[in-house]
C-alpha cells in the first residue's frame, strides 16, 4: 500500500454517460472533480454498436465514440481523468466526514464528495459461442441494437420482465421472434406474460436453453436444447439477445450504503442522495426501472447539483 494519501474535493468512481455528466457539471461548478474510470472505461456504451436513441445525434453515433466525446467534454471543464478501479471504500457517516477510497488496491484517497456511478453489467450466459459472438449479432439490448434486424428473425433468452418487454419490442422490428424461457412458466408479471403470449410473431419455447450461438463471424443461427427431453433443435436467425438480468456493480459498497436486494443502490426521494451524507449515487448503479444512457446522463446531473449543495452548506 502506498502510505502518501492524496485529498480530492469531488471523487466520481466510474465513467459512463453518468459519471461524465457529473464530470461535466462539476468541473464547471468548480469542484475540481476527479473521475476514476473503472475497468471498462466508457462503461456499457463502448460495447454497444449504433447508438441511435441519445438525443442530438440526428445520424446516431457509435458507442465508443460518444463516449470519448463525453470524455472530452468534461475535460474541457478541467475534469481529469485516470484510469483505474476503486478496491475500497470507507465512507464518513457525519455530514462534513471525510471518505477514504482505495484505488487499485494501493493508491489512497480522502474525498470530501464521492458520487458513485459504477454502472450494472448484463449478465450473460457464460457459454463461448455467446463470448465470441458478442458485437457479431449477440446483444444485451434490444432497445439499443433492435433496429439492426429490421425485417429478420432474432431470438431472445430470459423470463423475467425485461425480456417479455424487449420479445414485444423485438416482435414490431423484426419478422418472428423466438423466446428461450428456461423453466415451464416465465417469472414476468401476468400482464407481460399476457401480452408476449397474445403477440402473433413471437415464439415462446418453454423449459428450452441455449445449447450453441452458431455462425463464425455473424450470429447464423442458434442450437437450443429441451432441458426437459434433452432434443435438440436449430433455427436460423440473425441476432441474439441475452435479457437474464443485470448486476449492479456495487460490491464495495456493501454494508455502508442501502441497497436493494440484488444490490441496487437505494437514493432518497427523488434525489441522488444515499444514506451516507456527501455520497450520491447515480446511473445504472441505483437505477433497475430506465437504465438508458440518456436517463444515466441525467442522474449524473443531479448527482453533481446535489454535491455542489452539499458542499456549499459545508462551506457556509
Ligand atoms: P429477472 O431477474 O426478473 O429475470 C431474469 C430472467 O432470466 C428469469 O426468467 C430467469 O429465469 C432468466 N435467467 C437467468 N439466468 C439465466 C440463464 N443462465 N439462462 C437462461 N435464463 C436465465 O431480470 P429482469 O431483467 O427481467 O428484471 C429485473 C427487475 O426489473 C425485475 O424486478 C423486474 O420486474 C423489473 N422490471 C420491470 C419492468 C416493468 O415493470 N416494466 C421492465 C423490466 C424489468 P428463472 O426465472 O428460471 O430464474
Redesign the pocket.
Known amino acids: 500500500m502506498d502510505n502518501t494519501i492524496e485529498h480530492i474535493k469531488t471523487l466520481i468512481i466510474g465513467s459512463g454517460p453518468a459519471g461524465y455528466t457529473a464530470a461535466i457539471y462539476a468541473a464547471r461548478a468548480d469542484m475540481k472533480p476527479v473521475v476514476y474510470t473503472g475497468m471498462e472505461p466508457g462503461g456499457q456504451l463502448t460495447t454497444t454498436t449504433e447508438v441511435d436513441n441519445f438525443p442530438g445525434y440526428p445520424e446516431g453515433v457509435d458507442g465508443p465514440s460518444m463516449m470519448v466525446q463525453l470524455q472530452q467534454q468534461a475535460e474541457r471543464f478541467g475534469t481529469e481523468v485516470r484510469i483505474g478501479m476503486a478496491t475500497e471504500v470507507q465512507f464518513a457517516t457525519e455530514a462534513g466526514g471525510i471518505h477514504k477510497v482505495v484505488i487499485d488496491g494501493s493508491k489512497q484517497l480522502t474525498a470530501n464528495t464521492v458520487i458513485i456511478a459504477t454502472g450494472a453489467s448484463a449478465?450473460y450466459?457464460g457459454i463461448p459461442s455467446e463470448q465470441r459472438l458478442r458485437g457479431g449479432g449477440v446483444s444485451a439490448c434490444a432497445v439499443c441494437d433492435g433496429f439492426f434486424y429490421k425485417g429478420q428473425e432474432v431470438a431472445i433468452?430470459?423470463?423475467?420482465?425485461?425480456?417479455a418487454?424487449e420479445a414485444s419490442y423485438l416482435a414490431n422490428i423484426c419478422s418472428k421472434v423466438t423466446m428461450?424461457?428456461?423453466?415451464g412458466e416465465?417469472?414476468?408479471?401476468k400482464a407481460?406474460q399476457h401480452r408476449v403470449e397474445s403477440i402473433e410473431n413471437i415464439d415462446i419455447r418453454y423449459n428450452t436453453?441455449v445449447d450453441e450461438v452458431l455462425g463464425d463471424q455473424v450470429v447464423e443461427g442458434l442450437r437450443m436444447v429441451n432441458n426437459q427431453t434433452g432434443e435438440k433443435e436449430e433455427i436460423a436467425i440473425t441476432g441474439l439477445f441475452i435479457?437474464?438480468?443485470?448486476k449492479p456493480n456495487t460490491d464495495i459498497f456493501k454494508g455502508q450504503l442501502e441497497m436493494d436486494e440484488v444490490g441496487y443502490i437505494q437514493t432518497k426521494g427523488k434525489s441522488t442522495k444515499t444514506t451516507i451524507p456527501g455520497v450520491f449515487a447515480c446511473g445504472d448503479a441505483q437505477d433497475?426501472?430506465y437504465r438508458q444512457a440518456v436517463t444515466a446522463a441525467g442522474t449524473g446531473c443531479m448527482a453533481a447539483l446535489d454535491a455542489e449543495r452539499y458542499l456549499a452548506t459545508l462551506e457556509g
Open positions: 449478465k450466459l433468452v430470459g423470463g423475467g420482465d425485461t425480456a418487454e428461450l424461457v428456461r423453466k416465465m417469472r414476468a408479471s407481460m436453453e435479457a437474464i438480468g443485470h433497475k426501472e
